[in-house]
């Protein structure tokens, strides 16, 4: 009894030291600057598409969210161990060291390494320079033939979810020559358990899992949940995300999805416009698609908390900033560029 008591303490200390070497390589994996072509190479090319099939499946086969579930275990276990002394030195020799360990390098080997692989302008083989006032007018009438070929559409279902994925897995195979899997379900999270923060959908950077708030309406929610499987096809920057999103729904076959990106493509270039130009856009538009913008402009005004949007908004953007997205939340506004330099130049 003696022995196994002084033995315990040791095998805490291991336990506490194997942990620590794999933060160790978590940590390098993070500050490191690794060569994009070698991130592009062996991580999105390569490790990335593997991880996605043995993903996907799995947190797409239950329609409530894996990555809640789990943490709320975590906490449970947290929490049934603190009572006891036994359980505090548990806590703090093995529970503790190993999942601050397995997090990071989780969190690096699944997602992280993606801010780092070649942009969405390199695979597109597009410049990354600001449009000409032609190249708006092309863009913007591909947008638009794209979304009048789909206006009498019927409401979006999980049938459409599951469209949008196989599109954005097409369309990755299409640039990367690499196949990857995406989740056949998207999470609903409570209405306004985003919407509050000022954003409308997240994906789980460790399991690929893609989530939306069920406060958006119907199409919003499917260009949503679009960027989100986007994420889930190994895409980490936003504008990147947001433009690939559009370029693949504009190609999908389905006609809801094709609405919905062929919207959201047409909501961000009217951000980029002078009055004189939105206003054009918005005359042009059928009366189905000023409902939806609408509405989706109506369930963030409904949902908004000014100072947690303030709140999420710098913190994400001090995220972005650490993984090497310089311009931070302001990143967001480069899709525009994206989407009309690959439209103009018909892309897809």
Same mark, same amino acid.
């Given at each position: 009894?003696?022995?196994?008591?002084?033995? &315990?303490?040791?095998?805490?200390?291991?336990?506490?030291?194997? +942990?620590?070497?794999?933060?160790?390589?978590?940590?390098?994996?993070?500050?490191?600057? #690794?060569?994009?072509?070698?991130?592009?190479?062996?991580?999105?090319?390569?490790?990335?598409?593997?991880?996605?099939?043995?993903? +996907?499946?799995?947190?797409?086969?239950?329609?409530?969210?894996?990555?809640?579930?789990?943490?709320?275990?975590?906490?449970?276990?947290?929490?049934?161990?603190?009572? &006891? =002394?036994?359980?505090?030195?548990?806590?703090?020799?093995?529970?503790?060291?190993?999942?601050?360990?397995?997090?990071?390098?989780?969190?690096?080997?699944?997602?992280?390494?993606?801010?780092?692989?070649?942009?969405?302008?390199?695979?597109?083989?597009?410049?990354?320079?600001?449009?000409?006032?032609? /190249?708006?007018?092309?863009?913007q009438a591909r947008l638009l033939s794209a979304l009048e070929r789909s206006a009498d559409s019927a409401p979006p279902g999980?049938?459409?979810?599951?469209? +949008?994925?196989? @599109?954005?897995?097409? /369309?990755?195979?299409?640039?990367?020559?690499?196949?990857?899997?995406?989740?056949?379900?998207?999470?609903?999270?409570?209405?306004?358990?985003?919407? $509050?923060?000022?954003?409308?959908?997240?994906?789980?950077? #460790?399991?690929? /899992?893609?989530?939306?708030?069920?406060?958006?309406?119907?199409?919003?929610?499917? +260009?949503?949940?679009?960027?989100?499987?986007?994420?889930?096809?190994?895409?980490? =920057? /936003?504008?990147?995300?947001?433009?690939?999103?559009?370029?693949?729904?504009? %190609? @999908?076959?389905?006609?809801?999805? %094709?609405?919905?990106l062929a919207l959201h493509g047409l909501d961000l270039l009217l951000a980029s416009l002078p009055h004189a130009g939105q206003?054009?856009?918005?005359? $042009?538009?059928?009366?189905?698609?000023?409902?939806?913008?609408?509405?989706?402009?109506?369930?963030?005004?409904?949902?908004?908390?000014?100072?947690?949007?303030?709140?999420?908004?710098?913190?994400?953007?001090?995220?972005?900033?650490?993984?090497?997205?310089?311009?931070?939340?302001?990143?967001y506004g480069r899709a525009t560029t994206l989407v009309v330099q690959a439209l103009a130049r018909g892309t897809p």
């Amino acid at each position: 009894m003696r022995n196994a008591g002084h033995g &315990s303490p040791r095998r805490g200390r291991r336990s506490t030291g194997a +942990a620590l070497g794999v933060l160790a390589l978590g940590l390098a994996l993070a500050l490191i600057p #690794w060569p994009q072509p070698w991130v592009e190479r062996l991580f999105a090319r390569g490790l990335f598409p593997v991880t996605s099939h043995v993903l +996907a499946p799995w947190v797409g086969a239950v329609p409530w969210s894996v990555t809640a579930t789990l943490a709320a275990a975590l906490l449970l276990t947290a929490l049934a161990a603190l009572p &006891s =002394r036994a359980g505090r030195r548990f806590l703090r020799l093995r529970l503790l060291p190993w999942a601050v360990a397995l997090l990071v390098l989780g969190f690096m080997l699944v997602w992280g390494l993606a801010y780092r692989r070649a942009p969405l302008a390199t695979l597109l083989a597009v410049p990354a320079t600001v449009p000409t006032e032609a /190249e708006v007018t092309t863009a913007q009438a591909r947008l638009l033939s794209a979304l009048e070929r789909s206006a009498d559409s019927a409401p979006p279902g999980p049938a459409d979810i599951r469209a +949008a994925g196989r @599109c954005v897995a097409s /369309e990755v195979q299409r640039l990367t020559g690499s196949r990857v899997d995406v989740p056949r379900r998207v999470k609903a999270l409570p209405a306004g358990t985003l919407l $509050s923060l000022g954003f409308a959908g997240v994906t789980s950077p #460790w399991l690929l /899992e893609p989530h939306v708030d069920a406060g958006l309406p119907p199409v919003a929610r499917l +260009a949503t949940a679009t960027h989100e499987l986007t994420h889930s096809a190994g895409f980490a =920057r /936003e504008a990147d995300t947001d433009a690939l999103a559009v370029l693949a729904g504009v %190609r @999908c076959g389905d006609p809801a999805v %094709r609405y919905a990106l062929a919207l959201h493509g047409l909501d961000l270039l009217l951000a980029s416009l002078p009055h004189a130009g939105q206003q054009r856009l918005l005359d $042009s538009l059928p009366r189905r698609a000023l409902e939806d913008l609408r509405a989706a402009s109506a369930a963030a005004a409904r949902y908004r908390v000014p100072w947690l949007q303030r709140a999420a908004t710098a913190t994400y953007g001090t995220y972005l900033k650490s993984r090497g997205v310089q311009a931070g939340m302001a990143d967001y506004g480069r899709a525009t560029t994206l989407v009309v330099q690959a439209l103009a130049r018909g892309t897809p």
